[in-house]
């Protein structure tokens, strides 16, 4: 099993930056692809970001891609989201994933999810 803990949302304008990290602990995190999704009030949870198991591969839904990027330390067991030039469309629910549930996931591995962290953009 994978706990999950995120942390580093807020409120912050238009254009503006965020770094989102997730803490990992379980046995096996370098070998766990890990994700990011979010979810605002009224939506389904999209697919936001993803990173394969070693680091080596990345990729990003085509609303983020040029503005955020994903990376990962295995030594700190840890996942971050940085966000640069956020729009208001970009507020949500940030989640962490792990495991399953990603585009690097196997379809049959067990899904793993962080409590949230809120991302509000304003106008």
């Known amino acids: 099993q994978v706990q999950l803990v995120e942390s580093g949302g807020g409120l912050v304008q238009a254009g503006g930056s965020l770094r989102l990290s997730c803490a990992a602990s379980?046995?096996?995190?370098?070998?766990?692809?890990m994700g990011w999704f979010r979810q605002a009030p009224g939506k389904e949870r999209e697919f936001v970001a993803a990173i394969s198991w070693s680091g080596g591969s990345t990729y990003y839904a085509d609303s983020v891609k040029g503005r955020f990027t994903i990376s990962r330390d295995n030594a700190k067991n840890t996942v971050y989201l940085q966000m640069n030039s956020l729009k208001p469309e970009d507020t949500a629910v940030y989640y962490c994933n792990a495991d399953g549930g990603n585009p690097y996931s196997d379809p049959l591995a067990p899904v793993y999810w962080g409590q949230g962290t809120q991302v509000t953009v304003s106008s």
């Open positions: 379980g046995r096996t995190f370098s070998s766990y692809a």
